[in-house]
Each structure stands twice: as structure tokens, then as C-alpha cells.
């Protein structure tokens, strides 16, 4: 059975090197153009031989959530981390960010791109023991214009709140109680409203494949 993992927003494959090296069969989809899309054509390619498991962090786990509810029948299981069912606030939903801080983001990118990504890692791997590396890893990979702003337009649209209780796929969520980019309260309403769900919260951030890839590796083990 395949493993697969789907990435977050301005993210790429070397993050996961370590899960992908401890989990068997397991494999990190593109994200070239950081939109629904791309994650849906991976996921039905691979879906072909039969149900997958799949890893969603952060966008990713936007991504999973949408995707195994149009596919029930081709996900065995769900382990998300970083996650939310929706990034904006809306009515009567508080715990996201403001719409109008994606828009100035996606101005900003067009004018001041290296700082605006540099600003966004810092917070998104705050409690990663190595993030100066990985930052500026990342910072010197092309990621495109067009790419960042299909993934904040992903991030600015996607709402699935009201589609959570139709899941009955089995969902592991692990959540950093100090997460400030998805907050652990949007994991404890994935947690409360699909039924075949358990939530674990771990002291830390947003990476929690980042932070304790050891424990990750382990728990994603056991559950698949």
C-alpha cells in the first residue's frame, strides 16, 4: 500500500527526507504549483492500484481532507498535522488568519519576495532545531510567483467545515499546542466533528515531522 505524503504551502521534498527514508513505500507528491489540482492528479495516479494512505501537513492537509472526501473508497487512513478544514476566518469561525492578510501577502510577494517567505519560515519552524538551515535551503530554491499565489488562493478558499462529518476514514490529527499558523483549536474541530478520529497534541510548533521525526515516524507507522 502506498504512503503518501502531500506538502504545505512553499514547502518541498527535502523536508520530508527523513519520513520518506522511515516509512516503506513512501512517496512525496510535487508541489511545483502548489494547488488542489496538482495534489489531485498525484493522488488519483497513485490510487490506481488500489486504497493509500496519506500524509497531509499544513496546505497538504487541506488538500488530504478535500481529496478523501470526493475518494472515500481509495484512502485506508488520514494522518494530518498542521491541520485545519479551513485557513481564514469567517463567520462564526474565528480561529483562522484574516482574508486580508493573504491579499497583502500575495502583494508583498511581487515586491519584497525573499523577506515575506523569510518572515513566513521563521514562524512556521520556530521550534525546529536546524530552521536557520532549512530556511535558507528553501530561500534558495526557485519556487515561482505564480506557484505562491496558487497556494494562498487555495489557502483563501478551501472550507470544508461543513463536509467533516460526512468522513469515516480513519484520521489521525498530531497538532503542536503553540501552533500559531494552523491553532490547535481547528484541529480539535476536525477531532470533534469525523467520527473515526483522534487528536494528540505535542509541545511545539507547526512541523511536528520537523521537530520530533523520530516520534512521527513511529506514530505514522503504528497507525497505517
Sequence with gaps: MKNIII????SNESLFEKIKNGVSDCIVLKNELSSYKEAKYGLDYYSTEGKINIFGWSLGSLFA???????????????????????????GYENGILL????????????????VLTDFYKNIFEFVENKDQIISSLLETAISDQSLE???????????????????VKTA???????NT??????EIIRNNVKNSALSVYNGGHCYFLEYPEECI????DFI
Excluded: C, H
Aim: proline fraction near 4%; charge should be positive.
Design 173 to 179: 490529527i498530531f497538532q503542536g499546542d503553540k501552533d
Design 65 to 91: 481532507l478535500k481529496w478523501t472526501l470526493e475518494n472515500p473508497s481509495k484512502v485506508n487512513s488520514l494522518f494530518l498535522t498542521g491541520a485545519t478544514a479551513r485557513f481564514t476566518q469567517t463567520n
Design 100 to 115: 486580508d492578510n493573504l491579499s497583502r501577502m500575495k502583494k508583498m510577494i511581487k515586491i519584497r519576495k525573499k523577506q
Design 7 to 10: 506538502q504545505g504551502f512553499a
Design 182 to 187: 494552523t491553532p490547535l483549536y481547528g484541529a
Design 218 to 221: 513511529e506514530n505514522w507507522r
Design 150 to 168: 496558487n497556494g494562498l488562493n487555495e489557502l483563501a478558499e478551501i472550507d470544508l467545515l461543513k463536509r467533516l462529518p460526512e468522513m469515516e
